[in-house]
């Protein structure tokens, strides 16, 4: 038998998704939808970057903030104790499909949040039969969203024990703090295999009978989810939000279903992802809903970052990362509002460099301190708990041993916000045409003046009349705006080279291309 690292009043091993829809209905905040799911308000609307900690001694070692180990036994007592009077759920299941790399992982959470709990199993691969309690977890999660703990921010602690292979969650009732809190320990260990978690979705396309496997990395909210559904070819789908990258190209999935935004879902754009989510066995989180059940994806009047979890079978022709072989291709994503191209495409060095530059703009995925502000954020991960000079060099290493094409793609504007008379969005079907040329390798290239990288001169597909989203330079020429275009310009290159000073461990040959 596996043994517990807490003592609780009652413990719930791996209950059926029966008996958790139970449990999800009997929560005060559960209603039922149209479609016969349940919808969840949660008081935290999304992660909280700013409670989140490494438990080290040696804060050198991490770019994120730390508390000392004494501080994170005390988190560990407080919450210990606070289990003793609760009843509790065990999840476990496997990130990760492939026998030879997958990994143990349990979810132990409170009853309170038991729509947290049957979120995880959904998206844990291979969970044991009900009432089993023979697992050996190589990660855990500890989570009680009733334990405030004072002295942190809004009351609330995220511990990260990468030693223990302990996450603690206190005084949240958010998903993503489960989610992700398996995938930060997660991110340590793919990298001491020697590979790198990538933030990224995954899809394979095919083209003239061959199939090229593509990965998408930005930050959540950018467009990574929809960008990885949204079909061409007949592409198939393989994982939304995280994959691991190994040396010789080799791709491992993480999760068995999908945690998607919900904010702006249309059947027009994005099939699939409102397909699955209107399934009676998804399940959502902070989507509008009136008294009648009827969901409304537009409305943001209790937060934007509505969210669902669906199952992988509820995706038509979801492809298994087991049979993919290598990356072919891979798709750095940047939400931003001036002079960032519809698409560029990147040398070796400008690869690991604009992967570690991670820019975009924030989302309501990230909290308040987020959303709206122009963001850098290395490998577009915020989840990567060691030092992220370590993620841009493993990056430029796995380029260099086993090469594929990297690319810059803009799923934001040009010309400057919505407001900005002139300016020009990148939507759905321009980022679709963008990614069928890649695959199909059918876009047609020359150097840009002002950054070196290879910009589109025409991409199949591609309305005429928008061209100018493939070389913002066309767009403030045109409006007679190119003094505010060399302003961007040189405001960009003279951040990005003092950014990429902060990381002194980060090798030049990357820092120097920028």
Not at 459 to 474: A, K, Y
Request: aromatic content about 8%; glycine content about 8%.
């Amino acid at each position: 038998m596996s043994k517990l690292p807490v003592v609780a009043r009652k413990i719930h091993f791996n209950p059926t998704r029966s008996e958790l829809r139970n449990m999800v209905s009997e929560m005060q905040n559960a209603r039922l939808t149209e479609f016969g799911n349940f919808n969840v308000a949660t008081k935290a609307t999304a992660r909280s970057k700013s409670s989140t900690f490494i438990v080290s001694d040696h804060p050198e070692r991490h770019s994120d903030p730390c508390i000392t180990r004494e501080e994170g036994a005390r988190v560990a007592a407080l919450q210990d104790e606070h289990i003793k009077n609760r009843d509790m759920i065990v999840i476990d299941g496997y990130i990760g499909n492939d026998e030879q790399f997958r990994t143990a992982a349990r979810l132990i959470i409170d009853t309170f949040a038991a729509n947290i709990a049957v979120m995880q199993q959904t998206l844990y691969y291979d969970p044991p039969a009900a009432g089993s309690e023979d697992f050996q977890p190589e990660l855990t999660v500890i989570y009680t969203p009733c334990l405030a703990v004072e002295g942190y921010p809004n009351d609330r602690v995220i511990s990260v024990d990468l030693d223990n292979k302990i996450t603690r969650v206190c005084n949240s009732d958010y998903f993503g703090e489960s989610k992700k809190g398996g995938l930060r320990m997660w991110n340590n260990m793919v990298y001491e295999r020697g590979g790198l978690a990538l933030h990224a979705g995954c899809k394979v396309i095919p083209v003239k009978g061959k199939k090229r496997v593509g990965l998408i990395v930005g930050l959540s909210g950018t467009g990574k989810t929809t960008t990885t559904f949204t079909s061409q070819n007949d592409s198939q789908p393989v994982q939304d939000d995280f994959v691991a990258l190994m040396p010789k190209g080799a791709v491992y999935s993480t999760e068995n279903g999908c945690f998607a935004k919900t904010f702006g879902l249309d059947p027009k754009f994005e099939p699939t992802i409102y397909g699955a989510v209107t399934q009676p066995d998804a399940w959502l989180e902070n989507v509008s809903q009136d008294d009648a059940g009827k969901l409304d994806f537009f409305d943001t009047s209790y937060t934007q970052n509505g969210r669902a979890v669906f199952a992988m079978s509820q995706v038509k022709d979801a492809a298994d990362a087991r049979h993919l072989g290598k990356a072919d291709f891979l798709l750095i994503l940047n939400r931003n509002e001036h002079i960032i191209p519809a698409v560029a495409k990147l040398s070796v060095e400008q690869s690991a460099a604009y992967f570690m530059l991670g820019e975009t703009k924030g989302t309501s995925a990230g909290g308040k301190e987020e959303a709206g502000k122009s963001l850098r954020v290395p490998g577009t991960n915020p989840f990567f708990p060691r030092l992220h000079a370590e993620q841009g060099n493993r990056f430029y290493e796995l380029l260099q041993n086993c090469p594929m094409e990297v690319y810059l793609m803009s799923t934001g504007r040009v010309g400057g916000p919505q407001n900005q008379a002139g300016s020009k969005k990148v939507k759905i079907p321009h980022s679709s045409a963008v990614v069928k040329a890649i695959a199909e390798g059918t876009i047609q290239w020359e150097e840009d003046p002002d950054f070196g990288y290879q910009v589109a001169k025409s991409v199949p597909g591609f309305p005429e009349s928008d061209e100018d989203l493939l070389q913002p330079r066309r767009l403030y020429e045109r409006d007679g705006r190119m003094e505010e275009y060399r302003e961007h310009v040189e405001r960009l290159r003279k951040e990005r080279v003092e950014y990429m000073a902060k990381w002194p461990e980060l090798d030049p040959r990357v820092a120097g291309a920028v």
